[in-house]
Structure formats: structure tokens, C-alpha cells
């Protein structure tokens, strides 16, 4: 029902302030820079986007900002809608539909957790049906929600119930899970792989699309390791999936936030610090961070 999603998909950083207030101007830089990358989608106010550290209010002037400044271009916006308070989430996901945006996705509640798949699908159904012209993701990241629900169950139960129900962010390890929820029903949904660190083993698993936030400041990493993957030099492929992990070993050492912001900050865009409670780096900190990222090419 909906075109599916190939490629790349950046899921961007919120951009602050030094004292910790939204940036707006600066998602036009971040756009910018994204097609000069080749990136041909954004996920914004996701887990990089820091969306429980932004307020209703924050995360709809996001939304209508990516939509501004990306109006007449090919980079298209998926909005990530998802909240502990699902009528927080509803009413995000009226506004993505209004403004016209290429997707919608949401994190399932984390605080209290729905306990089987039938209550994770009236979750998702409930925000689903708020936007029923969008193809609608859930984004299963059990890693930080806690909640670790089997994806293929879910499709068999929500692929019956959710009308635009496209696919899932697959943010998950589970390589076994990836496959049968790409096989499912002739491939009739749309899996796009979230581990950056393992990009190369979703290709051979036959992943089309992926969403990441090392595509913001790595993306030619990724375009090479596809392109080789694709012309079965996978040699080539393996050492460029390799320069991925050493590069989210170095960002994670120190804290992968407020390293990966200043890593945009040395590619020109500003995106700030982070929100508590992710911490800012100190400037011995930075500096050996910088040294780090010098050796990697960075």
C-alpha cells in the first residue's frame, strides 16, 4: 500500500542552545548537509533526537521546522511520534499527518510496559488511526524500552488490526526475528534494520532500508559498504562495516550523545549539547575524544 524505504535514513539529533533551549535555525543546515551525504530520509525526535527530553510543545515545532525547510526537496521526513502518554503520541501523530510528512513512527510506552502483543497493537493502533493516510512503524528498540515483545507475533496480530501499519524500525540484535519478519506474508511489510553496527549482516538478511544516527556524520561509510556489498567485494564491505564500530566505540567511550554532537559541530553543523540526562564532555574530555576521532579520519 505504501513505497518502501530504501537506503539510508538518518535519524537526526535535536539541535540546543547552549543553555539547553531548541535551536530551530539549525535543522536547515542539518537538511543541507544530510543531501550533500546522499541521505534521502530523516527520522526526527527519535532516541538520537532525544524525544523524552523534549517537551509536546518542543517536539511539534521540530515537526513543523523539518517540514519547512525540507518542502521541494527529496529528503523526506518520518516523524517519530512515540510517549509514554499515548495521547501525547495521538496528537503528535494528527500533526505529522497534517503537515503531510512521508511517515510516521512510535516507541511503544516504557514506563508501564504493555505485557503481550494484543496490548502492544491497542497501543499502536490507537496512535495509528490518528493519521490513517501515513504509513505508520513501530519502532521495536527492546534494548531501551524494556519491552521485548516478539516482531513476528506482532505482525500476525497488528498486520489484521493496523490499516497502515507499513513496517518496523527493527532496532534490534535479533537476526533470526529480522528474517521472518521480512519473510512474512511474501514480504508484505516493509523492516527497516536500526544497528548500525551490523548493517553488513541485515544486507546478506536482505534488508533494503536502514535508519541510523551514524548516517548523520558517517554516511560515506555506509554508501561504500553497500556499494561494495553489492558488487560482491565483500572484503571491501567488511572493512568499511569495521571503521562503523571502531568509530561508535570511540563516540560511546565518553558518552556517544554529547560525542556525536560534537562530531557534527567538527562537520560544520552546531547541533549543541545534549539534554540531561546525557551529560556534556569536559574539555580534556573533548580533546581526547578529538585525538580518537583524528586517528579514525574524522
Known amino acids: ?64 521546522r523539518w517540514m519547512d525547510v525540507t518542502r521541494g526537496s527529496e529528503l523526506n521526513v518520518i516523524v517519530h511520534v512515540g510517549a509514554n502518554c499515548l495521547e501525547d503520541a495521538r496528537a503528535l501523530a494528527v500533526q505529522a499527518g497534517q503537515l503531510g510528512a512521508a511517515g510516521f513512527a512510535m516507541l511503544t510506552p516504557s514506563y508501564f510496559k504493555p ?22 512503524y513501530y519502532y521495536d528498540i527492546p534494548s531501551m524500552t524494556g519491552v521485548n515483545q516478539s516482531m513476528p507475533e506482532f505482525l500476525k496480530v497488528a498486520g489484521h488490526r493496523i490499516r ?17 519478519c521480512r519473510d512474512f506474508e511474501d514480504q508484505r511489510f516493509d523492516i527497516l534494520w536500526g544497528v548500525d553496527e551490523l548493517l ?7 534488508a533494503k532500508g536502514a535508519v541510523g544516527s551514524t548516517y548523520n556524520f558517517a554516511a560515506p561509510i555506509y554508501h561504500r559498504l553497500i556499494s561494495a556489498f553489492q558488487t560482491g567485494d565483500f572484503e571491501a564491505a567488511r572493512a568499511e562495516q569495521l571503521t562503523s564500530i571502531r568509530l561508535v566505540q570511540v563516540l560511546a567511550k565518553r558518552g556517544y550523545f554529547a560525542s556525536a554532537k560534537l562530531l557534527m559541530e ?26 580518537e576521532l583524528d586517528e579514525l579520519g574524522f
Open 115 to 136: 505485557a503481550s502483543i494484543d496490548a502492544l497493537t491497542d497501543c499502536c493502533a490507537h496512535i495509528a488511526e490518528a493519521a490513517p493516510q501515513l504509513p505508520f
Open 1 to 64: 500500500m505504501f513505497p518502501r524505504i530504501h537506503g539510508l535514513v538518518a535519524a537526526s539529533h535535536t539541535p540546543f542552545h547552549g543553555d539547553g533551549s531548541l535551536n530551530l535555525a539549525v535543522v536547515e543546515q542539518q537538511a543541507e548537509h544530510l543531501l550533500q551525504q546522499q541521505v534521502q530520509a530523516v527520522f526526527i525526535c527519535g532516541s538520537t533526537g532525544e524525544s523524552h527530553s523534549l517537551t509536546v510543545e518542543e517536539r511539534r515545532q521540530m515537526a513543523v
Open 266 to 291: 567538527r562537520q560544520g553543523v552546531a547541533v549543541g549539547p545534549p539534554r540531561l540526562p546525557h551529560c556534556r564532555l569536559s574539555l580534556t574530555e573533548r580533546d581526547a575524544l578529538y585525538a
Open 164 to 180: 497502515n501499519l507499513a513496517g518496523l524500525k527493527f532496532t534490534n540484535i535479533d537476526l533470526i526475528a529480522f528474517q521472518l
Open 200 to 206: 553488513l549482516a541485515a544486507l546478506s538478511y536482505g
